[in-house]
């Protein structure tokens, strides 16, 4: 088990320095910070000297050179836009954030897992088919789509919630329901396909026939051993939450660090975009790991096997 640790732990710090990286190279070969920060009158001699204070007349080298040991000390910079430090900025945002990804996660749970063990339970039946036919529809509209159409049905049609802002419970309901139904969506059919996949399994078919309850076959046989691919995509849900809140925080203008990311980019607040980079890349993998260190719990055979490896 150590030893599985510490190879996902340098895993993880490979991918971490591979989006440092790629996302240093990308923001610098997108623009001219000095240019999308100034005023278009701006002389030569103010753009230069606005380059040179913040280290961007320096050869792309040096600068990531310079940008790397900084990481190492704990240093991610300083925002272009207030001085302030990028770290400070963000975390300002992120308890904004995280007051509608958490409710959409736990929405995702609370529906998807649900309603895909029911309609396995119920396969070929008209609630099945009810279940996938929702199921469908929720993980093909775009997060986007979806919230602007709740703007348009529960915030103008019939106004029972703002359209947008932030401030209230209220102002929660619509992009967190945006958030959260289509990956309860897709959780759903996961967890009803895993589920058909064990219920199909000849140890369920033979404690069925030795007698054993039909709630206990699904609560200690079948659950257990579909949990183990459902952990897999909730781990991916975690990053497709923190992808959605950009566009989700933009349609609701909701002050999160989706929209802070928006501003950053156009604005090439540099420290900024890569401080966010860097902790939307941590926190993707901080859950993928959590969920590997998860298998084993509801898997022995993958706890025996990495304790043998570690041996």
Known sequence: MTRFIVVRVARAVLTIAMVV???????RASGDPARAMLSPETSADAVEAFRKAWGLDAPLWVQYVKYLLAVVRGDLGQSMRDGRTAATVVAERIPVTL???????????????????????????????????VTVAGFTVPSFVLGLVLVLAFAVE??????????S?????????????????????????AMLEVL?????????????????????????????????????????????????????SWPGIGSLLVVSV????????????????????ATNLAVDLLYGM??????????AGGA
């Not at 990286?21 to 923001?27: K, P």
């Open 200 to 252: 199909g399994q000849a140890y369920i078919r033979t404690a069925s026939a030795k007698g054993v309850p039909w709630r206990r076959v699904v609560t200690g046989h079948a659950l257990p051993n579909a949990a183990i691919p459902v952990l897999t995509i909730v781990g991916l849900m975690v990053g497709n939450l923190i992808a959605g809140t950009v566009l989700v925080e933009s349609v609701f």
């Open 99 to 133: 007051m509608l990804t958490a409710p959409a996660l736990a929405l995702n749970l609370l529906l998807g897992i649900p309603a895909g063990i029911y309609a396995a339970l119920k396969r070929d039946s008209f609630t099945d088919r009810l279940v996938m036919m």
């Open 169 to 193: 419970v209220r102002h929660m309901v619509l992009p967190v329901v945006t958030l959260g139904l289509g990956g309860a969506a897709v959780l759903a059919r996961f967890t009803r396909s």
């Open 298 to 307: 509801f898997d022995p055979r993958l706890r025996d096997t990495r304790s």
């Open 21 to 27: 990286t790629f996302a240093f190279v990308v923001l």
């Open 266 to 285: 156009v604005s090439r607040d540099l420290a900024v975009v890569q401080c966010i980079l860097l902790l939307v890349a941590a926190a993707m993998i």
């Open 158 to 167: 019939l106004p029972w919630f703002p359209s947008g802002g932030a401030g």
